[in-house]
């Protein structure tokens, strides 16, 4: 999230072909960076449905499609949202998405589940303030945090003949 979400809220002003080069550097994975890609299509097929004068077409033309951070910073402008309220999105996305697999694949308590994202309300908006500042730096200069097991297991994850995801 630290890292996303300036990407997300900055690309709502930024050269948006600078953002996906910045979002590839600091994505080690190139199976994260291929999810990132997948769920920027897929996010942008509906967005396309929703708002179909948004200006997508400043999205690179990249393989593979434009990362997802950069095509929910368009949609929240779509949308209307400020900076803050689309790192807010970005923020709260991270951690729900998390939440929702660990419900899903560890069969973990959803209202225990919820109580713990509750929990996190005040962290997420610190993260989410934090990126709303950073988008004002040049893309060279957004957050850049590192999850070296989490590279590390997505590369393995993608070797496995059944996925628990398909992105």
């Known amino acids: 999230g630290r890292s996303d979400a300036p990407a997300r809220s900055a690309a709502r002003s930024s050269t948006l072909a600078q953002l996906d080069v910045e979002l590839d550097a600091r994505t080690a994975a190139p199976t994260l960076r291929t999810v990132s890609r997948r769920q920027g299509r897929a996010l942008l097929r509906a967005g396309r449905a929703i708002w179909p004068d948004a200006p997508f077409g400043d999205l690179p033309a990249t393989p593979g499609g434009a990362h997802q951070p950069l095509v929910l910073g368009l949609l929240c ?8 309220d689309t790192a807010t999105v970005a923020a709260y996305g991270t951690v729900t998405g998390a939440a929702s697999a660990g419900v899903r694949l560890l069969g973990l308590d959803p209202y ?3 109580a713990l994202l509750v929990g ?5 908006d610190g993260t989410a ?5 950073a988008a004002d730096d040049p893309p060279e200069r957004l957050p850049s945090a590192a999850a070296p097991l989490a590279d590390i297991h997505a590369e393995i994850h993608a070797t496995w003949e059944v996925r628990l995801f398909a992105s």
């Not at 402008?77 to 803050?84: D, V």
């Not at 303030?129 to 500042?133: F, K, Q, S, Y």
């Open 112 to 114: 225990q589940v919820q």
């Open 77 to 84: 402008a779509a949308a209307g949202l400020s900076r803050l």
């Open 129 to 133: 303030a934090d990126a709303a500042r």
């Open 120 to 124: 996190l309300a005040d962290a997420c």
